[in-house]
């Protein structure tokens, strides 16, 4: 099956008469306050995963095969529309948690999705519940015309608080799970009109160093000059590993597995609509360490990071108290680009700062893998013309600076390629008070997910 | 009048005839939680003062003179036990107030003063009430066996809160407080059966380095590698200004006003009794900057420092968060030795950041002079003859690594020479639990008072 028998014209008839089920299925969703980070809200989770799972399982098709998996911590939704054992099979990942909405700066309710024209607002409506729904209408569209593809939906709701039970829990259900290929709806274009896929996503390696000197505060007078100072020794440790001022890693061989980008990415890169004073507006800071915009991208997407979060230790009250600590902690994290792997990174971490400062403590924290995705090749050409296909123009393969944990161990796990298909804009405010998801973006998006599937279902042809 | 006239027989008989109104007023003093430092005291600290004054009040001698000199905050204690206008005047300056005594480490009460064998334990009693006390029955022997010296009190109950009001309060009533030297009883020997007594005090810069770089917290994954973190370029700062494993200060100029030690000030504190391995037991470390003990003791009292207290902005909580924080401070300060100013101190420091690193700002806390005492010359001598007749051994002159805003204050003020006979112990524990005075020190100490009293009537007179 191919494009050319899905017509633009019928998918954007079908979204219009499936409107009012994306606003009720939406509004199911965002009215319960699934905030994964907050115990208070745990019957919530539970209650969204429900709901879900009711929607799912109220699908207008025939057969749908759905269950809630418990992972030890909040559970996962899986459902399968179809399972014609001739046909390919696609799982499409989303997450159903929530960053808290504290603070005073929302103008509407929460957890009321509000519509103000076309704008669907509320916690969770662009992060992610919006493009959930509307992969499942993509889904059902596809289903409707007949398309040969088995679509499954794999619905986390810990993805806000680090995806911890994720990969376990895949690993204990691999036959429930099996699938062709993983489509990921979870991520924000550079700006709208100019579809972006990311072929990469940086990983991530928290850690802490601690280094304990004495037993007990000391007097800076009465001992100053020949105890040794923690803070002090621990910012030397930081400044011998990265030049604080241009982000620069400073140990020996960090650099080495990073990849040069080719033309091509450079190209697609510079095309993708991203402007460094948007960056600037949108993050509200006013001086970078990088100006230039193609090193910008460089250093967002496709280089590695090494940044200080916190320091433990001493006093931080108002004024300055004189006493000497006993110990400190500083706590760091460096992103991982594709081709390093979080153990080779701590360990020229560990090698450099133990063969410099025996004494200091390396703590690794669990991390997360980078990944790589495909620019090219007949699934980035799928992804390319599914965007084309509900949004009229080229998409371009990005990178994404962040790391989605899922994506690695989905890919291991479930030994299947992941393509991304995102759906969210910058100004929808992950994250940040009134976010909200918007009609344009949804239509778009049930027909680049029905082309997605049309194009899916000969490629991944068995 | 020379120390001839003075017998040691005479003054141990005059203390063990005296031993109960000292337990009496080291009573009286301690049993009231004059903790400067918490507001909830407050009342104590007063009713401490009050005490005092009743106590001064009360002393057998004729014409005794008492003022409370209201500060603006806590008040002072003046009193002159004579004011014979053919007699120089002495101030002896001790302090009433407390450190707090939280914790579980007493074993006792730590406001209720406790006698075991020849120790009187509870929080204040060497630090400094018990110094206190005994100069003031120093006084009464020298005012008995007719010693043509005017004494005075001056007992402050702000010390251990920074002394706000002290130099303002001396400015408002400069006729009243009128001297021609000050005694300060505050200060520790460096091991017991040694009197020391500093020849200097370092001073105190206490200040803050501050940058923000953005309005809020970024995402270290979608921002990270462009933005600026405040945290590290503060750590690259702070490594620029100094060595954190040696303590070696890198700032140009920072150590050109530091006086190279003479041998004799050498000599003085290599026989001073000091021990690194006893300061490292005292201290509970392990580890030194420095094992030498010269080296050690020219770090402690002849060399600057610049020491981190404390840095604010970020995550403290368990593991790690990875937001990069907007904006950041470090609480750090300097200790100053003699020919170092806290203006100069910080315009270098000042001057070097900002070359460097301009977006960081420099504030300043309100500093404390260094002082330089005397190790030579006649009052000199008079400290030494002091000590020798009340402990029969003689004195060094060593330095004090803490600093006592008070003192260059006084010598400013009142226009006089500052000298110190102190007579607390290491082991007597400033500022930790269960501290205790003992009897040793104090009858020793009344002795000291009396010969010093003595030598000064003939030193300062007119």
Not at 83 to 103: E, K, R
Request: glycine share 8%; with cysteine.
């Amino acid at each position: 099956m191919s494009l050319l028998s899905l017509s633009r014209g019928d998918l954007a008839t079908f979204a219009a008469q499936h409107r009012s089920d994306f606003e009720r299925w939406l509004g199911d969703l965002v009215n319960i306050p699934s905030v994964s980070v907050d115990p208070a809200h745990a019957v919530d989770v539970r209650r969204c995963a429900d709901s879900a799972l009711a929607i799912l399982s109220g699908a207008p098709v025939t057969a749908v095969q759905t269950q809630l998996i418990e992972t030890g911590g909040y559970p996962m939704v899986h459902a399968r529309l179809s399972a014609n054992p001739d046909w390919p099979t696609v799982t499409i990942y989303n997450h159903l948690d929530v960053q808290p909405a504290d603070g005073d700066d929302w103008r509407t309710d929460p957890f009321q999705l509000t519509q103000h024209g076309a704008r669907y607002i509320g916690r969770g409506a662009t992060d992610d519940k919006g493009p959930a729904v509307t992969a499942l209408l993509g889904a059902l569209s596809a289903r409707s015309a007949g398309v040969p593809l088995n679509v499954a939906f794999l619905w986390e709701t810990e993805e806000e608080i680090g995806s911890e039970h994720f990969a376990s829990t895949l690993q204990a259900h691999t036959e429930l799970v099996r699938t062709d290929a993983v489509v990921v709806s979870d991520t924000i274009w550079i700006t709208r009109g100019k579809p972006s896929s990311p072929a990469g996503l940086r990983g991530l390696l928290p850690f802490r160093l601690t280094l304990r000197t004495a037993t007990n505060d000391l007097h800076s007078g009465i001992t100053g000059g020949v105890v040794r100072n923690p803070l002090a020794e621990l910012m030397q440790v930081v400044s011998a590993c990265v030049d604080g001022t241009t982000g620069r890693v400073l140990i020996p061989g960090f650099y080495d597995e990073v990849e040069p980008l080719t033309l091509q990415e450079e190209d697609a890169f510079l095309s993708s609509g991203f402007s460094v004073e948007a960056f600037k507006r949108d993050h509200h800071v006013d001086s970078l360490r990088e100006t230039d915009a193609l090193e910008v991208l460089r250093r967002l997407w496709a280089l590695p990071t090494f940044e200080v979060h916190g320091v433990v230790g001493g006093y931080t009250g108002p004024g300055v108290k004189t006493a000497i600590p006993p110990a400190a902690e500083v706590k760091l994290s460096s992103r991982l680009v594709p081709n390093m792997t979080c153990q080779k990174t701590l360990d020229r971490i560990a090698t450099f700062i133990g063969e410099r400062f025996p004494d200091v403590q390396v703590h690794a924290e669990p991390g997360l893998e980078p990944y790589r995705g495909q620019a090219s090749g007949p699934l980035a050409d799928a992804v390319r013309s599914a965007y084309r296909f509900g949004f009229g123009v080229d998409a371009v393969f990005t990178r994404e600076g962040g790391s989605i944990g899922a994506v690695p161990s989905m890919e291991q796990i479930l030994q299947s390629p992941v393509l991304f298909l995102g759906l969210s804009l910058p100004e929808h405010g992950y994250h940040a008070p009134n976010e909200f998801f918007d009609w344009e973006q949804a239509e778009g998006g049930i027909a680049a997910f029905a082309a997605l599937f049309a194009e899916l279902a000969t490629t991944l042809r068995h």
